[in-house]
């Protein structure tokens, strides 16, 4: 169970860099945003209100996940979740290193 909260703890810390990888790298021009609703808030609110709703969202989500962790299901999903922001990271991360 300890393994989960790490998870939770870490998935959340993934949600937010994503949000500050994505916020420099739309700055500096190298990527632009592909969802259409987060790229209409960074068009018309900015980057700090389309950031909060994601941090809460994403909080949101890490908090359902341990309500539920003792269900099997539950902790599947939560692992799927972060091994996926995990190799978004590591995409993310590679444009620091090859650009």
Known sequence: ?????AALILLWIFNIMD???????????ICKEVNP?????FINLGYIIPGV???ILGSLGCYIFYIYRLKREV???GYFCFFSYLLL?????CFYIFM
């Open 53 to 55: 709703i994601k941090i």
């Open 89 to 93: 990271m590591i995409w993310h991360s």
């Open 1 to 5: 169970m300890k393994k989960f909260n």
């Open 19 to 29: 949000w500050l990888s994505t916020i420099y790298l739309i700055d500096k021009g």
């Open 75 to 77: 902790r599947i999903g």
């Open 37 to 41: 609703f987060m790229n209409y808030l």
